[in-house]
């Protein structure tokens, strides 16, 4: 694999021509010559989307904005510490940014190092986390990071990234599975560019 990342497999190839990683208004030049590069399917069927705006610089000071343009969270971060807020602007979980970073969400996550709750797989290719007893892995496919239950070919969820938003999609099942508040934290720090182990 390429470094200690398992979601910036394709930066060495991508560095090499000049392109951003995330970059998805740009797809990588056809291999066909003049066919176009065949495009991923747009949304996951059903699924809300969550976008994280107003990136301040990073993910770490945002607004999530979901269906019809409502903020449905903010991520603050003052210091050594990274609140993520529901809209009434209630505390949900904590991010302490030390030696050993951790994480903690009311009713969701116990405190915990950020490194132990998104386990890296011994092959460095995913990351796991449990929720309610449920393994969960989230693995790069494509342009996506996606979000799905070891052993089934169904994804939960799946975030993307241009150079201004971040995007998370959440399936209905996902949302029924109670993954909307995790998948959102997940992504915060899968986006950060911290290093959470």
């Not at 990342?5 to 021509?17: E, H, I, R, V």
């Not at 970059?23 to 066919?35: C, E, H, K, V």
């Not at 950020?114 to 494509?142: A, C, E, K």
Request: glycine letters at 8%.
């Amino acid at each position: 694999m390429y470094g200690s990342n398992p979601f910036t497999a394709q930066n060495g190839w991508n560095a090499g021509n000049g392109q951003s990683s995330w970059d998805t208004s740009a797809p990588p030049p056809s291999i066909f010559g003049a066919l176009p590069y065949p495009s991923v399917s747009s949304a996951l069927p059903g699924a809300i989307t969550l976008k994280f705006t107003s990136l301040s610089p990073t993910i770490l000071n945002s607004k999530v904005i979901g269906p019809r343009n409502e903020t449905y969270f903010r991520v603050v971060t003052d210091g050594g510490h990274t609140v993520l807020k529901d809209a009434q602007g209630s505390n949900i979980a904590l991010l302490e940014w030390r030696d050993h970073p951790t994480v903690e969400a009311r009713s969701l996550v116990v405190k915990q190092h950020m490194g132990q709750w998104l386990r890296l797989s011994t092959d460095r290719s995913h990351r796991f986390m449990v929720h309610n007893g449920v393994g969960y892995s989230w693995s790069p496919h494509d342009r996506f990071l996606q979000l799905s239950i070891p052993g089934s070919y169904d994804v939960l969820a799946r975030v993307s990234k241009t150079y201004d938003v971040v995007v998370l999609e959440l399936t209905p099942h996902a949302l029924q599975l109670g993954l909307l508040e995790l998948g959102v934290l997940a992504t915060i720090l899968l986006q950060c560019g911290k290093s959470i182990d």
